[in-house]
């Protein structure tokens, strides 16, 4: 039989059920209330206010209830711990269960023992059925958290056998995807390569288009220029043309003037010639008039 470690609150529990023991065989005569199972233990016991009509006293007619009500709810509270949270998740494993699930013992004698020590048979029952349903329920605990040695060997294959296939797995997942990895590396670089030269093949058509574009620019820049000088030119050419004509027309027309303005001085002093003689004519006619006058007169 193979007898698992018992864990912390276990320990706490069976270390309660103990101390409820030994105190009832010390002559204390008290009800036993352990649990929260209904039908199986008086209704008294699941209130902490509830307490029997008859309270129990020692030899020297001290009052033990107060100490007696300490303890019951000490032992009550280690043992009403939550077992689901005591349990890890069962349904993850695939353990077999053990066969050594119950942990036998007399109780007819552990009956008499009570009886002996002061309780009537239905108490004695009770607490033995209370310590065996404890402990069936802490070994179903314990067993449902801990394997055998030869359990554990078999996980332990199990296991071992699973990190070695995951590990064999592992490799040839490496191996090919670091052969796809090469292979992808290398068609990178060649698609990069291609890249590279399609790059520099259009940067150099791009330079030649624009080297080309720039001379013929330049041409043309050229070409415009000299016809715009050569209209500047014969512009200029024109322009002198029409000067050395305006030029020579100005000369001719002072020539002209110069003629009409010497011809005309020549006419007026003719005309002042001719005036002179006509006035001389006129004063000596009017002299002549007035001498007649004169003389007839007189």
Request: charged residues 25%.
């Amino acid at each position: 039989m193979n007898i698992p470690l018992i864990d912390k609150s276990s320990a706490l529990l069976m270390t309660g059920v103990c101390v409820c023991v030994c105190v009832c065989a010390e002559g204390m005569q008290a009800y036993m209330c352990i649990g929260k199972t209904p039908g199986v233990f008086p209704q008294w016991c699941y209130s902490r206010d509830k307490l029997p009509a008859s309270r129990p006293f020692n030899e020297s007619g001290t009052d033990t209830g107060s100490l007696w009500t300490g303890v019951r709810w000490s032992l009550v509270r280690e043992l009403s711990t939550s077992i689901k949270e005591m349990q890890y998740d069962l349904t993850r494993s695939d353990l077999a269960k053990s066969g050594h699930r119950r942990l036998l013992f007399d109780t007819h004698a552990m009956i008499q023992l009570l009886e002996e020590s002061g309780f009537t048979i239905q108490q004695a029952e009770v607490i033995v059925k209370v310590l065996l349903n404890t402990t069936n329920s802490n070994m179903d605990i314990m067993y449902s958290d801990m394997v055998t040695k030869t359990q554990q060997e078999i996980m332990l294959q199990k296991v071992m056998s699973c990190i070695a296939a995951v590990k064999k797995d592992m490799i040839i997942l490496e191996k090919s995807e670091f052969s796809a990895l090469l292979a992808e590396n290398e068609r990178i670089k060649v698609q990069l390569s291609q890249v590279n030269i399609q790059l520099s093949d259009t940067m150099n058509k791009a330079c030649l288009d624009n080297k080309l574009d720039v001379n013929l620019e330049k041409s043309q820049v050229k070409e415009m220029k000299a016809e715009h000088e050569k209209m500047i030119l014969e512009a200029r050419n024109h322009m002198m043309k029409m000067l050395a004509e305006q030029d020579r027309h100005v000369t001719q027309n002072n020539v002209k003037i110069d003629t009409e303005v010497a011809g005309l001085k020549t006419m007026l002093e003719s005309h002042k010639l001719d005036s002179i003689k006509y006035l001389a004519g006129s004063v000596f006619t009017c002299l002549t008039v007035v001498l007649g006058f004169f003389r007839i007169w007189m």
